[in-house]
């Protein structure tokens, strides 16, 4: 069972997915909990997983970092501030790739193109 069509991922905080562990400990079949709260047999399977493994701690959402340069890259002006900002964090980001050995030409060219792109 997926999401609806333009419908946005659901966030279950530890309490829910604690509810619906309950609701299976209570004695309610594998299929019936997850018709019951909507969800699919396998992310079932992986909360009781981890609640196996961690207890309820392991059931917290862990956020993924993502692309902190997103926010600058889709503006077509930037202020003062956030063009110093944006400049900042392609040095930074730079920096670490150095330091890890990926020193790349591409990468060099990616970054020369956004600064050109958002000083213009």
């Given amino acids: 069972m997926g999401r609806p069509k333009g419908g946005k991922n659901r966030e279950w905080t530890v309490d829910k997915k604690l509810e619906v562990l309950n609701y299976y400990f209570e004695g309610?079949?594998?299929r019936n909990t997850c018709a019951f709260f909507k969800i699919s047999?396998?992310?079932l399977q992986k909360w009781l997983v981890s609640y196996e493994d961690g207890g309820k701690d392991a059931l917290k959402n862990k956020r993924k970092p993502g692309n902190p340069l997103v926010k600058y890259s889709r503006r077509k002006e930037?202020?003062?501030?956030?063009?110093l900002e944006f400049e900042n964090m392609i040095l930074r980001i730079e920096n670490e790739r150095l330091k890890k050995g990926y020193a790349q030409e591409d990468v060099i060219l990616a970054k020369e193109k956004l600064l050109e792109k958002n000083t213009k």
């Fill in 41 to 43: 047999s396998r992310q």
């Fill in 78 to 83: 930037l202020t003062p501030i956030e063009q």
């Fill in 28 to 30: 309610n079949s594998r």
